[in-house]
């Protein structure tokens, strides 16, 4: 599986970016996505995940503000960051393993695939 990001970029305070991931392979629709962040200095951490069933999971620093979708025919997730603020600045990763229900989400490690990341910048 291949994973290329993109829809980074430069945004002011308040506004809105949206990040696609675009995935290879056949096996997209069984497969659990997420997004993860990396800002300087600190480690990488979960922004979102989904299940393949459709069940999501939100950091608590951007529930209300971002949202997971996934489109299994285009083998395309995406995030829609809304209110953006300045510590959202980093670069975004889309992650994806073979779905595992009862397995931890939160952890880069229990991911296979990752995309190149995609650089946002939020000014304040």
């Known amino acids: 599986v291949q994973l290329q990001a993109s829809g980074g970029g430069l945004v002011q305070a308040g506004g809105s970016l949206r990040l696609s991931c675009a995935a290879s392979?056949?096996?997209?629709?069984?497969?659990?996505m997420a997004w993860f962040r990396q800002a300087p200095g600190k480690e990488r951490e979960l922004v979102v995940a989904m299940w393949s069933g459709g069940g999501t999971t939100y950091a608590d620093s951007v529930k209300g503000r971002f949202t997971i979708s996934r489109d299994n025919a285009r083998n395309t997730v995406y995030l829609q960051m809304n209110s953006l603020k300045p510590e959202d600045t980093a670069i975004y990763y889309c992650a994806a393993r073979a779905s595992a229900p009862f397995r931890s989400v939160v952890a880069p490690k229990a991911y296979d695939y990752w995309g190149q990341g995609t650089l946002v910048t939020v000014s304040s």
């Open positions: 392979g056949r096996a997209f629709s069984r497969s659990d």
